[in-house]
């Protein structure tokens, strides 16, 4: 069968199961979009090639199915650069398609030319450029493959104009043949039992667990292995979900903006079992003061990240799950080995269990919301999360209300929370819960977002409405870039440059309501609860809530750059408002 490179494209993605893709037309990508009005692939079409980025970022993070986004040349490549770093960063599968100047004239400086393949190998798992239309279904396929195994990651796909006009002989590979491409995923059975041998050692273990835990399907296995060794849990900014936030097991999020159990817990433990998590500056603050007395068992499908940062005494190169799940079977061949060697299965590590509830007790996260004060953003995320139903998505922004966000809400259920992680994208939001919603369309879906974060990418808003996607999106707006001047005010004396937004303009309501959606504001805290309550109602299009924050609020506790996670900064309220 004849078709065109074009055809062939179209075709490839509806054999690799694409039910969805994000993207914007252009001159270069045009031959392309032709056969797509014939193709079962729904596309949206998206305001600006960064939120379809970040809409493919969206709809990975919550289904596990690889992001598909598709752009022309030029500036709209170079445009969706930012969402593929983003994926760089935090391991999410996409595969990118691109539009190219024909063949024939790269080189030349043509129009809307640039070296999308150049600029953007940094920061993808791998890139292929078209010369024959006749490669393109084995490359398509190449690139979900690559996407979506090992350490999942973004690739991109570069088609110039004219192979994609070019005619092919249309055929689907049957296998794959990458030979430098073969990730491991078994862990080495050795290094497995010297782990177990650790872990039944350890009177002060932490299960640290990241992101890597949700890429590899392994929320279960993690549950089954901390109830088995009875092991408390960190669950970090990526990983929230990951295992459930009121699991008595469970101490919530560690790091910089972490809680203070949590971050202590780290500190003080004698073993870390790093499970799918990278020792991000931000979890481990100024290395050589990080969790001096631990020793680490560190397990991760990616070989470039075991010794990185931190040197393990157990490597465990495999996937989560897989390895986990042998983790599993060899603990309890050494709980049995001890039981029956001295009548007691592994010490007790309850002492330190008490000794961490304690610092539960001590150091909860406080804020304190008067019926007649300014409306604290901690309230607002307590009554988000309080009215919403349990299984609900919830996609944040970066900066302050990011880390509350995290802090606050109670995430009981893995692929629930979508944030930026590594990459700390402003704008991430807005796109980032379209693409949720369109994946999981039968969920509550919500956005927390900051003004400043909103006014980035709220132009897709109009994408929603257009296209019947009803997403939910929560302003915490102060009118500042607040966490920006957080850290002004506490390390630059005051000293706020270039921070201050303005609480009135733009007028979010009308604003929203301008992109088709139905926006609401709330000033006080009587009317946080029926206000959420009337957008938890509203199933038939986009809707936008502007709560006008205290801007005087800060994130806490907070370790601050450049200092040990054992020099952690509190809230100065914390115990006169503990236990109210």
């Known amino acids: 069968m004849k078709l065109t490179g074009a055809q062939a494209l179209i075709k490839s993605l509806e054999m690799e199961n694409t039910e969805v893709m994000f993207g914007l037309p252009g001159g270069a990508i045009l031959p392309v979009y032709d056969p797509l009005i014939d193709s ?11 939120g379809a980025g970040h809409m493919a970022e969206g709809y990975a993070h919550a289904t596990g199915r690889p992001g598909v986004a598709m752009v022309t040349s030029g500036p709209a ?26 063949y024939s004239v790269i080189g030349t400086d043509a129009f809307q030319e640039c070296d999308t393949v150049g600029i953007t190998m940094p920061i993808t798992k791998h890139n292929w450029l078209i010369t024959d239309a006749q490669d393109i279904p084995r490359v398509v396929r190449e690139a979900f493959h690559v996407a979506t195994t090992g350490r999942p990651g973004p690739v991109v796909v570069d088609v110039p104009k004219d192979i994609a006009m070019q005619e092919m002989d249309w055929y689907w590979p049957e296998a794959i043949d990458l030979p430098g491409y073969q990730p491991t995923t078994e862990g080495h059975p050795k290094q497995i039992k010297e782990a177990a041998r650790l ?23 993690l549950r089954e292995l901390a109830e088995m060794t009875g ?11 990951a295992f459930p936030d009121d699991h008595e097991l469970c101490l919530g999020m560690p790091g910089m ?20 998590s990278r020792f991000d500056d931000r979890v481990t603050g100024k290395l050589d003061g990080f969790a001096p007395e631990a020793k680490i068992i560190h397990v991760d499908i990616d070989p470039a990240e075991l010794g990185k940062v931190r040197r393990p005494d157990v490597a465990l190169l495999g996937d989560c799950r897989l390895v986990i799940e042998e983790m599993i079977k ?15 299965r592994w010490p007790s590590i309850e002492k330190w269990r008490n000794h961490l509830r304690d610092y539960q007790e001590r150091y909860p996260l406080v ?26 998505i919830v996609a944040s922004g970066v900066g302050q209300h990011q880390m509350w966000t995290s802090q606050r809400w109670t995430f009981n259920h893995p692929y629930t929370w979508i944030n930026s992680g590594g990459l700390g994208t402003m704008g991430f939001a807005v796109p980032a819960a379209i693409g ?6 039968e969920r509550t879906v919500w956005a927390v977002d900051g003004d400043g974060c909103f006014q980035m990418t709220a132009q897709e808003l109009v994408t929603a409405s257009a296209e019947r996607i009803p997403v939910k999106i929560a302003i915490l707006n102060n009118a500042y870039l607040g966490m920006v001047r957080q850290w002004q005010e506490m390390f630059y004396q005051e000293r706020y440059s270039e921070v201050y937004l303005s609480p009135d303009l733009p007028d979010y309501v009308k604003w929203s309501e301008a992109m088709g959606c139905v926006g609401f504001r709330v000033d006080s805290p009587e009317d946080v609860g029926p206000t959420i309550e009337k957008a938890n109602e509203i199933d038939d299009r986009p809707v936008v809530i502007d709560f006008r924050t205290d801007y005087r609020e800060k994130v806490f506790p907070m370790v601050a750059a450049g200092t040990s996670n054992s020099d952690v900064i509190i809230d100065p309220d914390t115990e006169r408002l503990r236990g109210k």
């Open 40 to 50: 079962s692939i729904r596309h949206i079409l998206v305001r600006h090639e960064q």
């Open 77 to 102: 490549a170079t445009n969706i650069v930012t969402p593929l770093c983003d994926a760089y960063m935090d391991s999410i599968p996409l595969v990118v398609i691109t539009g190219q100047v024909p």
């Open 199 to 221: 872990m039944g050692e350890a009177k002060r273990p932490i299960i640290y667990a990241g992101g890597g835990i949700l890429k590899a399907r392994a929320a279960a296995a």
């Open 231 to 241: 092991f408390p849990v960190v669950t970090t900014l990526m990983a929230r979900g």
């Open 257 to 276: 903006h972490g809680n203070y159990t949590a971050v202590t817990a780290m500190q003080e433990s004698d073993l870390l079992i790093a499970l799918g």
């Open 330 to 344: 060899a603990v309890r061949a050494d709980q049995d080995k001890k039981s029956k060697k001295s009548g007691s």
């Open 367 to 392: 804020y304190e919301q008067f019926d007649d004060g300014p409306l604290k953003p901690q309230f607002c995320i307590d009554q988000l999360g309080a009215l919403s139903p349990d299984d609900t």
């Open 436 to 441: 949720a919603k369109v994946g999981m369309p």
